[in-house]
């Protein structure tokens, strides 16, 4: 069968991630009872992700933003539907293939701190996957993960610190370092910079920006806050009950909202006046 949007003997359109028709359904059980309780997480969810592009996809808490980025990453197990990576249909690749194509496909988290093994210094943190996929010569995989590590602005002679000795922007840095010594192609970040303090914020931003145009990675963020993907992303896709309800480039998503769940989001974003108010306070 071959991928979603591409006809036989042609590529009119070749996208990185092609998501269709993804549901999931969580089964819970109550304690000390036989009752049995069924969450719809997604509901035939469509995404398309292009490559070297930023998408984001927002919406409130429990729309299945984090879910869908989980079956993607290949953390969870979608009932139904699709999912397209690179071409490959991830439904039906090859047990043995899975952990490499996990690789190529790097979740960070909002929590940095929780996804960090507290035990270990920021260099055993950075080098460990390239150790886990058994690339490299031990001095090979320290090189590169110093050289990681400084390119997404970590302290010289940090390499020895445990992760609770950085600051909340630090952590993140590292996280970052972490996924991208092992060359992913996509980079998803759920809420990763929800934490952040403005001035963090921006400097992770701005790190991003300069990866991605150095190295063409493709981004996708999850986040319930629109203004802020409003700035970064080339497209944002809106979640709401499970589905994808709208997918546009942002400027048009903006200026022409289809869904009215999106003009929803829209109305409840903050006045450009607010948004400057708030960024000088934090600065003063």
Not at 119 to 144: F, H
Not at 178 to 194: G, H, M, N, Q, T
Request: hydrophobic fraction near 40%; include cysteine; charged fraction near 25%.
């Amino acid at each position: 069968m071959n991928p979603p949007g591409e006809r036989t003997g042609m590529r009119p359109f070749d996208p990185l991630v092609q998501i269709r028709d993804l549901s999931k359904q969580y089964v819970q059980r109550r304690h000390f009872t036989r009752v049995v309780h069924t969450v719809q997480a997604l509901k035939h969810a469509n995404l398309t992700i292009a490559r070297s592009s930023t998408v984001a996809l927002v919406g409130e808490s429990g729309s299945g933003k984090s879910t869908l980025a989980k079956c993607l990453a290949l953390l969870e197990t979608h009932d139904e539907g699709e999912i397209w990576f690179d071409g490959r249909n991830l439904h039906r690749i090859p047990a043995t293939e899975v952990l490499s194509v996990r690789h190529r496909i790097q979740l960070i988290f909002q929590e940095s701190a929780s996804a960090l093994n507290p035990r270990m210094s920021a260099l055993e943190i950075v080098t460990e996957p390239l150790l886990i996929q058994k690339r490299g010569s031990e001095a090979d995989r320290v090189d590169r993960a110093l050289e990681w590590m400084a390119r997404v602005g970590l302290p010289p002679g940090s390499e020895a610190k445990r992760p609770m000795e950085f600051s909340g922007g630090q952590r993140q840095r590292l996280a970052i370092a972490r996924a991208l010594i092992v060359e992913p192609r996509l980079l998803i970040f759920d809420e990763a910079l929800s934490g952040l303090d403005l001035t963090s914020q921006e400097i992770i931003v701005e790190l991003l920006t300069e990866l991605k145009a150095e190295h063409m990675f493709t981004y996708l963020h999850i986040s319930h806050d629109l203004q802020l993907m409003s700035e970064l992303a080339d497209e944002i896709a809106v979640m709401h009950e499970g589905c994808v309800v709208e997918q546009q480039p942002t400027a048009r998503l903006l200026a022409d909202p289809k869904d009215s769940y999106t003009r929803e989001l829209l109305l409840a974003m903050p006045s450009l006046e607010t948004i400057c108010a708030e960024r000088f306070a934090q600065h003063a």
